[in-house]
């Protein structure tokens, strides 16, 4: 069965550096979305991308927060200057059509210390 | 603001009993609606969804959902469950013409043997 593969599955980095985690959606999926899951909290929407070029993002995706694809697979995720309130696990999904359901990836835990 | 809740936070099981997990949303237009399953160190899987038509909906491994309008509840149930049912269990709803999935809060699910 295809997978939504993400990578690293855990990143440690500095507050105030740049992280980008990577993301390989499914081959023939159109819409790409980021959520996050902070310890014991909701799985939070991100972004959503479609066509190149973001369709929606939540208040969290601030001006730190950046989404690109930059060739035909991969599909990333910048946060330009962690903070400690950053720490999460970030999940990549993608899907076929808006009505066809995601598939979600394992996750890439990001801490931030 | 849209939200889903679920009263469930911690639900301890004998193996064979039955399950019922709840699931209740605020919004009162058109939506779609999905359970996801996370079993430990994995990631979210989608189990059922509903989008129209019948409003018991048969998912994987014996799991259902029935959507009653009337009470914005997307209950999900299982006849009889066993240990490797084990998980944390998360429902979620997008809004009439966007993708975006607004997630409960999540149900750990502990089943003993």
């Known amino acids: 069965e295809p997978e939504v593969t993400q990578t690293p599955s855990h990143q440690v980095t500095q507050m105030g550096q740049e992280v980008i985690l990577r993301c390989v959606p499914i081959?023939?999926?159109?819409?790409f979305y980021w959520y996050r899951q902070i310890l014991g909290q909701k799985v939070e929407f991100l972004v959503s991308?479609?066509?190149?070029?973001?369709?929606?993002k939540s208040e969290i995706f601030d001006d730190q927060f950046s989404v690109e694809r930059p060739d035909g697979s991969n599909f990333t995720l910048k946060i330009r200057s962690t903070k400690l309130e950053d720490s999460a696990m970030y999940f990549c999904?993608?899907?076929?059509?808006?009505?066809?359901?995601?598939?979600f990836g394992s996750g890439t835990r990001l801490t931030v210390v | 603001a849209q939200s889903v809740s679920q009263h469930n936070h911690h639900v301890i099981l004998s193996e064979a009993a039955s399950l019922e997990l709840g699931c209740n949303y605020s919004?009162?237009?058109?939506?779609?609606l999905f359970w996801y399953v996370q079993y430990p160190g994995q990631h979210l899987q989608l189990l059922l969804k509903?989008?129209?038509?019948?409003?018991l909906v048969k998912g994987i491994k014996d799991f259902e959902a029935e959507f009653i309008k009337s009470k914005f509840s997307f209950n999900l149930r299982k006849p009889s469950v066993q240990w490797s049912d084990t998980a944390e269990y998360f429902c979620?709803?997008?809004?009439?013409?966007?993708?975006?999935?607004?997630f409960g809060t999540g149900t750990r699910l502990q089943v003993f043997p």
């Open positions: 509903y989008f129209s038509g019948d409003p």
């Open positions: 991308f479609y066509n190149n070029e973001i369709s929606e």
């Open positions: 919004y009162g237009g058109t939506v779609n």
């Open positions: 081959s023939n999926h159109l819409y």
């Open positions: 979620a709803v997008t809004l009439h013409n966007t993708d975006k999935l607004i």
């Open positions: 999904a993608s899907s076929k059509s808006k009505d066809y359901g995601y598939t």
